[in-house]
């Protein structure tokens, strides 16, 4: 069973284009979380979906960043206009059922995508 | 808001010898508590947690105790290896996860 994917696993962009980073869950799961790590920090969390839902963004910046996980294919978290600043490790984690008020559930870490923003 | 501090790195230890980091929290409620391991190049592996106070978690040589009166989950080996080389996350679970940030592990042979 493989385990969560991401792709790339390095983006180089220049300021003011647009960055798609993909995550591939493991098999079986249906909830996506994308934290990002900044240098020398610990991990943010950013989004919490569901297929073709949004659980909870509160960790998303209002403006620029959006993600979306389709009922097929891989979720997606896009940032338009990159500035120095967005440039981090962003990392997926996948769990098999709903995380939140319920309770806890174990999430899985993809290896992240390392964004570097010129 | 919850949040979670750890002990600054980067820690140097040769082999065989004792390790603790330190992980103190803030938080409402009862969270869960968790060590996480990145190894270089990867991505977060759940080391080891527990879920109410006085709970003990424990993997691989790694142990941790959650301490509410003390709001403590500090890490412990008793001998660590060269292989023990990497960045360990302390992080709570109250409805979304809060990290600390990190502290980097060297182990010396």
């Known amino acids: 069973n493989a385990g969560v994917m991401q792709n790339p696993r390095h983006l180089v962009r220049r300021r003011g284009q647009e960055a798609r980073l993909r995550c591939s869950p493991m098999?079986?799961?249906?909830?996506v979380y994308w934290y990002r790590q900044l240098p020398e920090e610990g991990l943010k969390f950013m989004v919490y979906?569901?297929?073709?839902?949004?659980?909870?963004e509160s960790g998303m910046p209002k403006e620029r960043f959006s993600a979306e996980f389709p009922k097929e294919g891989p979720s997606i978290l896009r940032i338009q206009q990159v500035v120095r600043g967005d440039s981090a490790a962003y990392f997926c984690?996948?769990?098999?059922?709903?995380?939140?008020?319920?309770?806890?559930?174990?999430?899985?870490f993809g290896p992240g995508t390392r964004l570097t923003v010129l | 808001g919850n949040s979670v501090t750890q002990m600054e790195g980067p820690v140097t230890l040769s082999e065989e010898a004792f390790l603790t980091i330190n992980c103190t929290y803030t938080?409402?409620?009862?969270?869960?508590l968790f060590w996480y391991v990145q190894y270089p190049g990867e991505g977060l592996q759940l080391l080891l947690k527990a879920t109410k106070a006085d709970d003990k978690g424990s993997n691989k040589g790694f142990e941790a105790t959650y301490r509410k009166e003390t709001t403590s989950f500090h890490l412990e080996k008793g001998s660590v290896q060269v292989s023990d080389s990497a960045v360990y996350f302390c992080a709570l679970y109250g409805q979304n996860f809060v990290f600390g940030p990190g502290t980097r592990l060297s182990v010396l042979p």
């Open positions: 984690a996948s769990s098999p059922f709903a995380s939140g008020s319920g309770g806890y559930n174990e999430q899985f």
């Open positions: 979906l569901q297929k073709e839902n949004i659980i909870d």
């Open positions: 098999k079986g799961h249906s909830h």
């Open positions: 938080a409402t409620g009862y969270p869960s």
